[in-house]
């Protein structure tokens, strides 16, 4: 399983020196940065960052590079191309709701796999 990481803050740059004959500076730089690798089958809570016909891109806050491929969506399911959104035809067993997954709605889904 893969795991990625994201630049969370810069503390503190320190001072910069050079040594004869190397081209390159070196500094002292203090940072946190974000692990993260979620677990298989972990559920998880992010927004709609966009959609696309290929699947939905989700944002967590601290990383936006979720990507829900479009064979992972709850079935029966359909790309609104004029809304630019998925639309999940619910069915209650009287008549099917059309539920949009729209920009900026909360979701819960959880993790299949982790790549980078």
Avoid at 6 to 33: A, E, M, N
Wanted: charged share 25%.
């Amino acid at each position: 399983m893969d795991c990625a990481f994201s630049l969370h803050d810069i503390l503190h740059i320190g001072k910069s020196f050079s040594f004869p004959g190397d081209p390159g500076t070196y500094t002292s730089v203090l940072f946190r940065y974000i692990l993260f690798k979620p677990f298989e089958e972990e559920v998880m809570i992010g927004k709609i960052r966009r959609s696309t016909t290929d699947g939905v891109w989700v944002t967590l806050g601290f990383f936006e590079d979720v990507f829900i491929p479009a064979s992972y969506l709850q079935f029966p399911y359909r790309f609104d191309s004029t809304e630019n959104c998925w639309v999940w035809e619910y069915n209650d067993g009287d008549q099917t709701h059309n539920l949009y997954m729209d920009e900026r709605e909360e979701i819960r889904f959880s993790c299949s796999t982790v790549g980078v």
